[in-house]
């Protein structure tokens, strides 16, 4: 069964104070891995799509990696406004469909 | 712009009542889903269309019902058969699974 869990599930973080969040997948029929913000009460808004290991894409603050079995969003120097919902999803193919599978996601903030 | 729209934002629904939360789409996606939201969980698939007149169940999909008549919409019944139905509603859809785009939600609660 494909699996996507998310560590820590909660982060908070001083202004200024870089870190990165865990997504660990499973590798059945993998499509792409995606990383999304979902700010309270609103859908979730995109952020990068991996499709290899040692792939690598940069936006602003974030940088999301992959491996084999892993991924990593790294966030330099944050932000107040980088306080969100991070979550990771895998794109799967199944019978013929493609469908995300999602983690719980990261709650983080962001202490100015 | 292109995008995806659902409504009502809030729903409120009697016990025993159905109600029907729309999504509408202009992007020219084949495919369109519905997740839920609880709090503090990820997303879960309740129901998929990969084309019109064809859908398939997610891993929730009991006490939900879907159509699909047009490639534009995709709305999702909450049957008075779903006991827990309060959540946080929302559609999505793709071309052939490269990026997904979301709409804003809809909030359900039991009153």
């Known amino acids: 069964e494909d699996q996507v869990t998310q560590s820590p599930e909660a982060l908070r973080l001083q202004e200024g104070e870089s870190s990165s969040l865990n997504c660990s997948y499973t590798v059945s029929g993998l499509r792409g891995l995606f990383w999304y913000r979902q700010d309270p009460g609103k859908g979730p808004e995109f952020l990068f799509t991996?499709?290899?290991a040692g792939e690598e894409k940069e936006k602003e603050r974030l940088k999301a990696t992959l491996t084999k079995k892993e991924s990593f969003l790294h966030i330099t120097a944050p932000k107040p406004e980088d306080s969100a919902t991070y979550l990771c999803a895998e794109s799967i193919h199944f019978q013929g469909a493609q469908k995300l599978v999602f983690g719980q996601g990261t709650r983080l903030t962001i202490n100015p | 712009d292109g995008g995806i729209t659902q409504s009502p934002k809030y729903l409120f629904r009697k016990e025993g009542q159905n109600v029907t939360l729309s999504c509408e789409q202009n992007?020219?996606?084949?495919?369109m889903y519905w997740y839920r939201q609880d709090p503090g969980q990820g997303l879960r698939l309740i129901y998929y269309?990969?084309?019109?007149?064809?859908?398939q169940k997610g891993d929730i999909a009991e006490g939900y019902s879907v159509s699909r008549e047009k490639k534009e919409s995709f709305p999702l019944t909450v049957t008075s058969a779903q006991k827990n139905p309060t959540a946080f509603y929302l559609c999505?859809?793709?071309?052939?699974?490269?990026?997904?785009?979301f709409g804003s939600g809809t909030r359900l609660t039991v009153v």
């Open positions: 999505a859809s793709t071309l052939g699974g490269y990026g997904y785009t």
């Open positions: 991996l499709y290899s």
């Open positions: 269309s990969q084309i019109v007149n064809d859908f």
């Open positions: 992007l020219n996606h084949d495919a």
